[in-house]
């Protein structure tokens, strides 16, 4: 009997991060090629001309120097036209100064969102939610958020966590409730006899033998 594959609606944390090809506001997309030895942030919003999204979109490009300097990419999608990202991506200039500069996928045939798992139907079947993946330099999702249609995203949260994974990645640690930068970090427990007498003798900070800080400065 041939074995059945179920395939997964959605990319799940620590699958490869689907690859496409796209016309964004700013050229033809290469997905793959496009992101090759960056961190990215790809986000969905419901719609163009809205104002919830307006004000996330914003939020994006005023952070162009936090993302630069964290070599992050960004990239938004929504399920609209390449003409309406143009004009709505005009709009907010001439209105607030504010420049758009990153890519918006023009997915106006929901492919790309279908195969990101953007479209949740309890949410709405023609719009995509608010998702927001954070993906590495080797292509793999690390971490989804996902928010409903009439909730804006906290920019500070997705901040924070870009921070602490790439500060994980670099450290070989963990974060602990509410971790900040600049806070300390969790050190991986002792899988050994030899780690565990190494562990009891160090200078960490220790709540017990599994649990135990260090700060990084």
Known sequence: MDTIQTIPTMPRIGDMAPNFESMTTTGKMKFHDYIQGKWAVFFSHPADFTPVC????????NEKAFFDAHNTLRIGLSIDSIHAHIAWVNNVREKTGVLFDFPIVADIDMSVA????????????TAAVRAVFFIDPAKKIR???YYPLNVGRNMEEIKRVLV?????????CAMPLDWKPGDKVIIPA???VD????RLASNLEMVDFYLAKKSLN
Do not use: H, R, V
Request: net charge negative.
């Open 114 to 125: 279908k195969l990101y798992g953007m479209l949740q139907p309890g949410e709405s079947e």
């Open 195 to 198: 780690e565990l007498q190494e």
């Open 164 to 172: 602490a994974l790439q500060t994980a990645d670099a450290n070989k």
């Open 190 to 192: 002792p899988k050994t």
């Open 143 to 145: 971490l989804i958020m």
């Open 54 to 61: 307006t004000t996330e979109m914003t939020g994006f490009a």
